[in-house]
């Protein structure tokens, strides 16, 4: 076992199943844009925007989002640890799990069988494999980790434990459930308790697989492409804890001014509000990381994804917690304001970090350069102009909206009807349905430059000479 | 204060204690070099 090689072929395949669901999200996603301004373009009973709507929200996260984990963790361990996998039929066994998994749930979802837990959709079948999924999954990274040749961990291999452990947790918890029969169960929690639980998991699954391990990768390939350090590994170990410390205390601000018990709330408050200091933790350590290597964001178009990326979490961890405030959750709550924000962080900081990543890992488990930089430059503006006209146009939506249903006359009564404020959206939705075409254009040109890639370039069989040195 | 308000606080206090001794593990100088040397590590795996 000493004497076996890095395993970079699973990390080939799950670059490329998660990019083919990375593109079923966006595509569905792109659909049920369409969809909100034609609604003739509800298909009824199985193509509505009720059901294709889970369908884009899990591609995108359990998909594309964790699929890029699995990529990338696979291959960062490996990399930190100087050893081999601790199995690699282990590995395979996932690979090919998490693509029966995601097949399960996007039928199932398309069939109408549905929890109705937002971002936990699935009924218990699929909860099931999940949770076997990602045991497979921690086995083999924690096993891994224990047997390395390295004495000290870096950070992001603290990072990638804490979001093994926390989505191990969160989901199990969340999960909890009576079945009723194979397609249907009842949550174990009631009323607000059920609502309290949900959303500790919602928010939380945001932070342990859509902040954690952007974290991780973040921390490791910034360093990797500029060739320097980064500022300081003390900083991004107290901004660790601190997020670990105060992150799951946050996810009652999805409920504020519900019938949840006040303290609940505004505990929820005060710590996501907190959270912006070991964010901008991890943020200031970015920028500061690039003294001196500034001239790289012209020269090395990594570095545009890694730094730009790095922006939209710094800017999503400032107007999250300002969302967090009770006053302003008033005024934007059930907008369009609160799409906006999420697109931000999925768009931006989670899937800009998750392209560079690959970008990265391509000529390392291809053995050849990517096909074409300018192409990935392309994409680049494509993918963040896309961004920008999506979250934009919603935040202008999401303002007006809350302004037109807060709007009253002087005896009291609403001054606009439901549907007025409805009819205003047109525009913004429109807009909405362009960057979502815009950013799909850029999505397109980098699985094309990927597939090319893949198939001028000659896969690495492995780093056997790497692996042998340092078993 | 009933048993499980004591329970809530003392937990409260015991992880806030923890997070201080991980900031002054982690910052004293004693450690600086320690705490820095992965971040020197890493970039030699290639």
Not at chain 1, 77 to 93: E, H, I, M, Y
Not at chain 1, 212 to 218: I, K, T, V
Not at chain 1, 348 to 365: D, K, N, Q, T
Not at chain 1, 416 to 423: L, P
Request: glycine share 6%; with cysteine; net charge positive.
């Amino acid at each position: 076992m000493e004497n076996r090689a890095y395993n970079y072929a699973i990390v080939r395949s799950f670059v490329t199943w998660s990019v083919i669901w990375g593109l079923v999200a966006v595509l569905v996603g792109v659909i049920v844009s369409f969809q909100m301004v034609e609604p003739d373009l509800n298909f009824p009973p199985y193509l509505t925007f009720g059901r294709l709507r889970p369908i884009h929200t899990n591609a995108g996260i359990y998909g594309w989002g964790v699929g890029v984990i699995f990529a990338t963790f696979l291959y960062i361990v490996q990399r930190l640890c100087k050893t081999p996998l601790w199995s690699d039929k282990l590995a395979k066994f996932q690979l090919w799990f998490f693509n029966a998994t995601i097949i399960a749930s996007a039928v199932t979802l398309l069939l109408g069988y549905t929890t109705s837990k937002e971002y936990h959709e699935m009924e218990w079948p699929i909860d099931v494999m999940i949770i076997i999924l990602w045991v497979a999954f921690a086995i083999n990274i924690v096993m891994t980790i224990l047997k390395r040749k390295e004495e000290q961990m870096y950070i992001s291999l603290w990072y990638m434990l804490a979001a093994i452990i926390g989505v191990a947790i969160l989901f199990t918890v969340n999960a909890a459930a009576v079945p009723a029969s194979l397609f249907k169960s009842y949550s174990a929690y009631a009323g607000t308790n059920d609502a309290n639980v949900h959303w500790w998991f919602g928010h939380n699954a945001v932070a342990m697989a859509l902040t954690a391990p952007p974290l991780a990768m973040f921390y490791y390939f910034l360093p990797k492409s500029t060739g320097v350090p980064i500022y300081s590994h003390r900083l991004s170990i107290i901004a660790f804890w601190s997020l670990i410390f105060m992150y799951l205390w946050t996810g009652a601000h999805h409920l504020l001014w519900t019938p949840v018990p006040d303290w609940i709330q505004t505990l929820a408050m005060g710590f996501s509000v907190m959270l912006i200091a070991p964010s901008w933790g991890s943020v200031f350590n970015g920028y500061l990381s690039m003294n001196g290597q500034w001239h790289q964001m012209r020269d090395n178009y990594l570095i545009k994804y890694l730094i730009l990326g790095i922006t939209f979490y710094g800017l999503q961890t400032l107007q999250g917690p300002m969302q967090a405030i009770r006053t302003f959750s008033a005024f934007i709550h059930y907008t369009d304001w609160v799409p906006a924000h999420i697109h931000m962080g999925t768009m931006g900081w989670v899937s800009m970090i998750s392209f560079a990543s690959i970008y990265f890992l391509l000529p390392r488990i291809y053995g050849k350069e990517v096909y074409s930089i300018p192409l990935a430059n392309l994409q680049f503006w494509l993918i963040l102009v896309g961004q920008l006209i999506w979250s934009i146009s919603l935040w202008i939506a999401g303002v007006l909206q809350a302004g037109m249903w807060n709007a009253m006359n002087p005896d009291g009564s609403l001054t606009f009807t439901f549907m007025e404020t409805m009819v205003e959206m047109y525009p913004y939705w429109w807009a909405r349905c362009l960057g979502g075409l815009v950013y799909m254009a850029g999505l397109i040109i980098f699985i094309y430059n990927l597939y090319m890639t893949a198939k001028k370039g000659k896969p690495t069989v492995n780093n056997a000479a790497a692996a042998a040195g340092r078993a | 204060m009933d048993l499980s308000s004591a329970l809530y606080l003392g937990v409260t206090f015991g992880l806030f204690v923890v997070f201080l001794l991980i900031v002054i593990r982690t910052y004293s100088k004693k450690r600086k070099e320690e705490g820095e040397r992965a971040k020197y590590r890493m970039l030699d795996d290639d």
